[in-house]
């Protein structure tokens, strides 16, 4: 018997054109309205006005929603995004309730959901529902420790897109952002994950203590043969909030940051993926508007390619934001249609000056909201570590009141 040909891509058609979603090679794609034709795709309500013209409106579903599965660990990072404990929540949902989110977003035509926590693989359930994910057409892809639960993650592994282990720092350097001096351990779960998985790479989230050895991180993710390394900026939300004063990047380092990394990147010759709070940091850079937008390079994004479910099911813009309103994940179709549901996030074109009349306030979106809400006081107000804003001279003064004094690097 001949084996089934499998698909060569899955789209969703928006108000511009069409997602494309494509598996050799793995990417999401935006195409316009001529290019989507052409791959056979039509809708009757197509504008010419929107043709080609992404984020004009808010897409139809997300591209991707992150489920924040439990919010157990055992680890305690001082640099956690959330409140993790070894006992997670009372409220949280069990697998017959993350099934029914994940059938929800199937019927939105979400392309992929990213499986955290706290530590997702403490949950014996997580293969059966990264199983049930893959079946019902959205990919799952995975964040975690490597200290715990690596035969579940294992188990899990054959229905996993990315998989992704979290390492801020190589041998003793591990430890600074930890309570456990436990590198060999996560030095171990990267080789067995690699072992089977080649879409295997790491997460760092970048402060000011590890900026000066990103590259030995790099050379230790070539080492392994990984796929990737994404750069996550430190936020003051969670546990983070405590440490941050003295663990964010100093101005300096944000403004040589695409120029540090994209050196490190080209002598490692690793793929490297930052997240949308660093899109200020690039813009900064000089770089035209159009060709980040030739490259689909967005900030925040938060109620529109993106959302997050927390543990006890409530739904967000972003997983560094609480919900704005009362919210079910089972209701999300509801909810994506409802202004309200994602509030700021929506609302990022009546942000404050400087970025108001920014030429990049398309694709920035005024930078990370949640820095700005912890730092600032106000997610309108503009992202206080962007080096656009801070050579402003109407902002700085604000700013500085908040920030502490930093040093070069």
């Not at 050799?24 to 791959?39: I, S």
């Not at 939105?108 to 014996?124: C, I, K, Q, T, Y």
Request: proline share 4%; hydrophobic share 35%.
């Amino acid at each position: 018997m001949k084996k089934a040909k499998s698909k060569a891509f899955t789209s969703r058609v928006e108000y511009f054109g069409a997602i494309v979603q494509t598996f050799r090679p793995r990417a999401l794609t935006f195409v316009d309205q001529t290019r989507a034709k052409y791959l056979g795709l039509h809708s009757e309500s197509w504008d010419a006005d929107d043709d080609g013209m992404v984020g004009r409106k808010v897409l139809s579903a997300p591209l991707e929603v992150h489920l924040q599965l439990t919010n157990k660990c055992s680890v305690g990072c001082s640099t956690c995004y959330t409140n993790a404990t070894p006992k997670g929540l009372k409220s949280e949902f069990g697998i017959q309730e993350w099934k029914s989110v994940i059938d929800e977003l199937a019927a939105m035509r979400v392309f992929h959901v990213a499986l955290g926590g706290g530590e997702s693989a403490e949950l014996d359930f997580l293969p059966e529902l990264a199983e049930y994910a893959l079946s019902r057409g959205v990919i799952p892809n995975l964040t975690t420790s490597g200290l715990y639960g690596i035969n579940v993650v294992m188990e899990a592994l054959p229905f996993l897109g990315q998989v992704n282990v979290s390492l801020d720092g190589l041998a003793n350097r591990y430890g600074g952002t930890r309570r456990r001096e436990a590198f060999a351990r996560v030095d171990y779960a990267i080789s067995q994950i690699r072992s089977q998985k080649k879409e295997t790479g790491i997460n760092v989230v970048v402060h000011r203590e590890n900026y000066g050895h990103l590259r030995s991180i790099f050379r230790y993710a070539k080492r392994k043969r990984l796929n990737e390394v994404e750069l996550l900026r430190l936020k003051p939300t969670g546990r983070a909030i405590k440490p941050y004063r003295k663990l964010r990047c100093t101005d300096e380092q944000h403004k040589k940051f695409f120029s540090h990394v994209r050196k490190i990147a080209l002598l490692s010759n690793m793929r490297v993926r930052v997240d949308c709070s660093y899109i200020p940091m690039l813009a900064a850079t000089g770089a035209s508007v159009r060709t980040l937008e030739k490259f689909a390079i967005y900030g925040c994004t938060a109620g529109d390619w993106l959302a997050a479910v927390k543990a006890d099911g409530k739904i967000s813009g972003c997983s560094f934001a609480e919900p704005e309103v009362e919210s079910d994940a089972r209701n999300t179709r509801e909810l994506w249609r409802d202004e309200s549901s994602f509030g700021h996030f929506r609302r990022w074109r009546q942000i404050e000056e400087p970025c108001r009349s920014c030429d990049y306030l398309s694709l920035c979106r005024g930078g990370c909201s949640a820095v700005s809400r912890s730092v600032v006081g106000s997610s309108h107000s503009p992202d206080p570590e962007c080096p656009i804003v801070l050579a402003s001279a109407g902002s700085r003064s604000k700013i500085k009141k908040q920030l502490p004094v930093v040093g070069t690097i």
